[in-house]
């Protein structure tokens, strides 16, 4: 496990000194998300910030869901939730580059007669310039770590909402990167318990990029103007996962596992759109390598999956140039030998030494050391006067055994912010 960890420190220390060199490279990339928008959370940005110096603020975050997953896979089980969070936070402007936030995350299942899940939420943001953002406390995490299904679970969103921890953000043209701890459980001395946490750098490089928006005048008139947008982007995705479970100081003869994900892959995306300011086309595909590792005193296992996908997006804006439909469809073929991810969903499983849930010791049973699935999903988002609407259809079709697994979501979130003082 040393190794390993030193491997990650070492990731993040040159994260940190390639973040240094990158300071000229001031300004946004379309680092658009891989899921809905309305999962999609980001700290303020530099205007926000400048804004809301020395004025506090109250942020209403609601959300409703209803999730039905339908299992035909022998060793996962389905299930159906439908709930409310509800996630008041106060932030206060300490100047135009940092900020407190304090707040609550209340999460209700309906048909339990107390809550799922209520915890605090505290967190200091330091945004030095355009392309880093520090983040303290509670972090930014759940989907806007964007990791893909095999490897992050979208029910997280759910069931492990909030990350606590600390992370780094950067944003320049051509790099942007998300540096995370999440640290998940606290091990209080001589307690039988376990402390985990979870340690991740992701980033992608951008090696190409022509996509520029032009005019093109009409001969008949040199007002009639039409503009248009049309390129190629390339990038390189990668990340590095670690997640723990372990202590020195508990009291229960458990084993210390630790079990690591890393990425590299290529991605191809085609950006077009006669009319930029109303809609835009994208098109995109993404061939990436998924290798796992784990570690403990009793396994030591190696695994890897092969993950291409193809995906269609299309953005549509209302007339103050922000987007109010997006329609999202994906097609992917997943090859794995002895795959496992702590985080991710379990129907991507070829191998578990012990189940998303951490339970001591549990050895989940699988089918195959070696699976071949094919994957499809769709995703359909409209804002509607401040109010995020979403559908959510995915299915994975067992190529060796027919089956077919499937997951249904409806969601609904409302985001605002009201000044008090």
Not at 14 to 30: D, I, R
Not at 395 to 400: R, T
Request: aromatic share 14%; glycine share 6%.
């Amino acid at each position: 496990m040393k190794p390993r960890l030193l491997l990650l420190v070492l990731t993040l220390s040159s994260a940190f000194a390639a973040t240094a060199q990158q300071s000229s490279l001031h300004g946004s990339n379309s680092n658009e998300p891989a899921t809905m928008h309305l999962f999609y959370d980001m700290p303020p940005s530099q205007r926000d910030m400048i804004a809301g110096c020395r004025h506090l603020a109250l942020e209403v975050d609601a959300n409703a869901f209803f999730l039905d997953s339908e299992r035909q896979i022998n060793y996962v089980k389905g299930y159906t939730v439908t709930g409310f969070r509800l996630s008041p936070t106060l932030t206060y402007g300490i100047n135009e580059r940092a900020q407190l936030r304090v707040g609550l995350n209340a999460t209700a299942f309906a048909g339990l007669d107390s809550l799922y899940r209520l915890r605090p939420t505290f967190s200091l943001v330091y945004a030095p310039s355009k392309w880093l953002t520090l983040i303290a406390g509670t972090i930014y995490g759940s989907h806007t770590h964007q990791l893909a299904p095999i490897v992050y679970d979208p029910a997280r969103w759910i069931f492990n909402y909030q990350e606590d921890g600390l992370q780094i953000l950067t944003n320049t043209r051509v790099w942007y990167s998300d540096t995370w701890l999440d640290w998940t459980r606290y091990l209080t001395p001589w307690t039988p318990d376990q402390e985990r946490f979870t340690m991740g750098t992701k980033h992608t490089f951008i090696l190409f990029n022509n996509a520029t928006e032009y005019t093109v005048r009409q001969p008949e008139t040199e007002e009639n103007k039409d503009s248009k947008i049309r390129g190629w982007k390339i990038e390189l995705p990668t990340h590095f996962i670690a997640c723990h479970r372990g202590g020195e100081v508990k009291t229960i003869d458990t084993n210390t596992v630790t079990v690591f994900n890393e990425r590299v892959g290529l991605r191809f995306a085609r950006q077009f759109s006669r009319n930029p300011h109303r809609s835009r086309h994208k098109l995109a595909l993404d061939i990436s390598v998924y290798q796992y590792h784990l570690e403990d005193r009793d396994v030591d296992r190696p695994g890897q999956a092969f993950n291409p996908t193809l995906s269609y997006e299309w953005l549509h804006f209302n007339k103050y140039q922000q987007p109010n439909w997006d329609l999202r469809a994906v097609v992917g073929f997943v090859h794995s030998n002895h795959y496992f991810s702590a985080l991710g969903d379990p129907a991507y499983w070829n191998y578990s030494p012990y189940s998303s849930l951490h339970i001591p010791n549990a050895h989940i049973p699988v089918g195959s050391s070696l699976n071949n699935y094919f994957t499809f999903s769709f995703s359909a988002e409209h804002e509607f006067k401040g109010l995020n609407l979403g559908l959510q259809f995915n299915a994975i079709k067992d190529l060796d055994t027919y089956e077919t697994d499937f997951l249904f979501g409806f969601y609904m979130r409302f985001k605002e912010r009201f000044v008090l003082f």
